[in-house]
């Protein structure tokens, strides 16, 4: 089995109404709050006044900073900081998707030490124990990051897309009710859904991964297929949304002590220079070649993937489960309305060369059964250009 460590400081509250919880959660660990969420639009208008009111009547003197950006900025992290420092914040509440909560935890980094939350980055200094407690409240079913210990940002300047990477951004609670995720998008319950079934994926072949990870993770990818289609046809329908709520979190609990592989590297690059690709679209544009690359290289856990996405491969052998496990893998993604080109992404194949020579900064690809060269890299963005 190999030696493994596993750690979850996370206090997980789930189910539905949970969110009403949030006020008594967060005085638990502060008397002044930061709120951070996206500028808010209608959808989530009385979400985030019914926080605001469950916060005050426990008592917390709140600060709303509501300029997190897709794919969060070093400038965005920054002005949040500065609200942070000036309402003199001693909590941290992430609300929304992951851009949010990751925009919370490094907002929590940078307000409490010297420098920017880009100083420390995961090869860089880790944080210290001043770092503001964090209280984060999905409302989507995709990032895992109310369960994880990483807030990824880009350095607008370089174009460069990395994360923190320590236990002491973990949230210390983290309420996921399925209530708040009955409005979301139907391209955005697509793409979230399929980057939990990524985590929990890339954690499961990760070479470094482990018995425990492993268990939650095919938990979470048979929840995935059997629940994104009917949350997908129905946003209301809440026995969906909660399967995809736990899903989310299993996978978030899967790259928590696993970690990820080759297309979450790529998926980084492609958003740090085209921040209008979503996360999820940047690992669904890159799966039908990855799965190629890398299906005869671990070819058991490949054909367990495989079945789990084609009941139909259950009496083929492992090889032949391993490798039909592509072409489920080509199915699914088009019944979640995820088969996409990087053409459609607008992305150009001028910026194909560049993502391919960033794609092995970060040391996800080295976690993968098979490792990619940076040419191998450039091929599987080619042929994803057009679909």
Known sequence: MGNFTYCQPTEIRFGRGRAKEAGE??????????????????????????????????????????????????????AGARVAREHKADVVVGFGGGSSMDSA????????????????????????????????????????????????????????????????IFPRISIVDPDLMVTVPHHITASTGFDAFAHAFES??????????DIMAVEAMRLVKSYLVRALKNGADIEAREKMAWADTLA?????????????????????????????ESLAVTYPEFT???????????????????????????????????RAMDSFLKEIDMW???????VSQGELQAIADHSQVLPDYKNSPRIASRD???????????R
């Open 25 to 78: 959660a967060v005085a638990s660990l502060g008397r002044r709050c930061l709120l951070v969420t996206v500028p808010i639009f209608d959808a989530i208008r009385p979400q985030v006044e019914a926080l605001k009111e469950s916060l005050r009547t426990a008592g917390l003197a709140v600060a709303h900073f509501d300029g997190v950006v897709p794919n969060p900025t070093t400038e965005s992290i920054t």
């Open 105 to 168: 935890k490094a907002i929590a980094v940078e307000a409490s030490h010297d420098g920017t939350a880009w100083d420390y980055l995961f090869f860089k200094k880790p944080p210290t124990e001043k770092t503001l407690p964090v209280v984060a409240i999905t409302t989507t079913s995709g990032t895992g990051s109310q369960v994880t210990q990483v807030a990824v940002m880009t350095e607008t300047a370089t174009k460069t897309k990395s994360a923190i990477y320590h236990s002491r």
């Open 204 to 213: 499961f072949i990760h070479v470094g991964g482990s018995p425990y990870a």
């Open 252 to 280: 978030g609990l899967c790259i928590a002590t696993a970690g990820v592989t080759l297309p979450h590297g790529i998926g980084m690059t492609i958003s740090g220079f085209c921040p209008q690709v979503m996360h999820g």
């Open 292 to 326: 190629r690359f890398t299906w005869s290289s671990a070819v058991q856990k490949f054909a367990t993937m495989g079945r789990i996405l084609d009941p139909k491969l259950e009496g083929a052998s492992e090889k032949e489960a391993a490798e039909g496990s592509c």
């Open 340 to 346: 996409i080109s990087f053409e459609k992404l607008k």
């Open 376 to 386: 191998e890299i450039y091929a599987m963005l080619t042929a994803s250009y057009r």
